[in-house]
């Protein structure tokens, strides 16, 4: 990852300054943390009841949730939970819908203000994966959200927003994620309306994306570690520019980019659907426990630790994992069976957490403790816990620029270290220089290691610093460091004595 560079004479002052400047940084991007929620599918004969599910999620830490209908038996436990819903209005409701106000009127009347504002319903998935649906609902799709809306009007419900989930077969293109475009057949007659409504009722497109497929698919071209969100080299997008560590940033960044290339750049978007199998069919490549809980257990971490895609760094990213149990009548093959991340027993497939308080504990994204780490960290290299006796990892601008980019390179790639955050136009990137990137990135990696011996070191071009704490407790924002660096005092008071 090629950096911004500065002269060696820098001085040692300034260099503490840029240093901590970017140790404020990851705190700010701390801040934009996603949502992590999970689909409840009841294809199956032999599932809890709707009210042990509530306590399932609850006892998860589960907040959200997403189902395929509006069955009135979860809707109802469900209320009273404080976990927010998205409910579903079946493709095969999409024409009398889109054909009839008085239908959709009676459809929110019935499955909808019956039930809010007890149960916390905070949208609703209008169709799904309609165009890859064999009875042409195409046609019926953004008629039925406009009057799905309307009846939401009638009923001042506007609060609940109106999306559908669409697959990334969608695109015409996806790779580069820079190409993302989205098949001509589609743009005018469903794309832009669709888009257009979202944008008008601040709603955003919902989009079901599966990184396992495209690997099952390319499994010779496409690294297992890329997909897991291990760590990997990265993947450079000839187009942008840009380097991606995830496939799933890298689709998610060809939907980003297959709507700015129809002037609809400002509609956001929700991961309503990912997911990976914990067991498939011989000639299912990749479907496997170890994988699955590598997929969803990164995930989770990836999400929780804030900042989004390398295209949109700003924007949180939000998900729905597929799914909450193994669903035994899905047809198909076996892995549509094996996406659970629960059996119906209510035991774990396999251990992940989806909090953050114990995410960076028992999910595969955690790296291995190491001896000398204390504390938990967030992932992004800030400690949630008590500051007392903890460390950070600051770059030495005295050990040139080469071993600097060197480190950069390691950290950012090999080590696996979070650096969306400074990349160009990303929350962090200012200020541009190779000391302050350098610290982003030696600190994450080093957070990432449990703060372990000898992980602050890149060959002699970073160093451990225990006294940032009462800086950054004591400053309300990069100016008061500034303040600092220059050795004025600031309304806080604050100094360091290193």
């Known amino acids: 990852m090629a950096m911004a560079s500065s002269t060696s004479h820098t001085p040692t002052s300034l260099l503490i300054l840029l240093s901590f400047l970017s140790l404020f940084c990851s705190l700010q991007a701390a801040t934009a943390a996603g949502t992590v929620g999970v689909n409840y599918g ?25 189902l395929y209908d509006t069955s009135s038996d979860v809707l109802t436990a469900l209320a009273g939970s404080g976990i927010a819903v998205t409910v579903a209005l079946p493709n095969e409701l999409l024409s009398d819908t889109a054909a009839d106000q008085s239908f959709a009127d009676d459809w929110v009347h019935a499955n909808i203000s019956q039930f809010y504002p007890a149960t916390q319903i905070e949208s609703i998935a209008v169709g799904n994966e309609v165009f890859v649906d064999p009875k042409n609902t195409t046609p019926f799709l953004v008629p039925a959200m406009k009057n799905v809306y309307n009846a939401l009007v009638k009923h001042n419900l506007t609060s609940i927003k109106i999306s559908s989930p669409i697959a990334l077969s969608a695109l015409q293109s996806s790779y580069p994620a820079s190409s993302g475009s989205f098949k001509p057949d589609l743009i005018e007659p469903v794309i832009k309306p669709m888009l257009s409504f979202l944008n008008q009722t601040g709603s955003y497109l919902m989009v079901n994306a599966y990184p396992f497929f495209a690997y099952e698919a390319n499994a010779d071209q496409i690294s297992l570690d890329y997909a897991l969100f291990k760590p990997n080299s990265g993947v450079v997008d000839s187009g942008n520019g840009l380097k ?9 960044d060809a939907v980003y980019a297959a709507m700015s290339a129809i002037q609809y750049d400002a509609v956001k978007m929700v991961v309503t659907e990912t997911g990976w199998p914990s067991l498939g069919d011989s000639n299912e490549v990749g479907a496997s426990q170890a994988n699955a809980q590598s997929y969803n257990g990164n995930l989770v971490n990836r999400v929780l630790t804030g900042n989004g895609t390398p295209l949109r760094p700003n924007e949180p990213l939000d998900v729905f994992l597929f799914a909450l149990f193994n669903e035994n009548k899905k047809p198909g093959p076996t892995s549509e069976r094996n996406y659970g991340l629960f059996y119906p027993s209510e035991q774990k497939v396999y251990d992940i957490t989806f909090t953050t308080s114990s995410s960076g504990s028992n999910n595969q994204a955690a790296p291995p403790a190491a001896s000398g780490g204390e504390g938990d960290d967030d992932g992004e290299g800030v400690s949630k816990a008590s500051n007392a006796g903890q460390t950070w990892c600051v770059a030495n601008g005295k050990a040139g620029e080469e071993k600097l980019q060197k480190g950069i390179d390691y ?42 011996t000898g992980t602050c070191d890149f060959g002699g071009a970073a160093y451990v610093v225990t006294q940032a704490p009462s800086v950054m407790e004591s400053a309300s924002s990069p100016r008061d460091i500034e303040k600092w660096g220059r050795g004025e005092e600031n309304e806080g008071g604050f100094g360091l004595d290193l």
């Open 42 to 66: 009841r294809i199956a004969d032999d599932l809890p009841s709707p009210a042990k599910v509530v306590e399932l999620l609850k006892t998860q830490g589960i907040t959200r949730v997403k």
């Open 244 to 252: 991606y560590y995830s496939l799933l940033d890298a689709q998610l």
């Open 411 to 452: 950290a950012c790639g090999e080590g696996g270290a979070d650096c969306r955050p400074i990349q160009e136009g990303a929350t962090c990137f200012d200020p541009d220089t190779l000391e302050a990137h350098a610290s982003y990135a030696f600190n994450s990696y080093y957070q990432k290691q449990q703060r372990g």
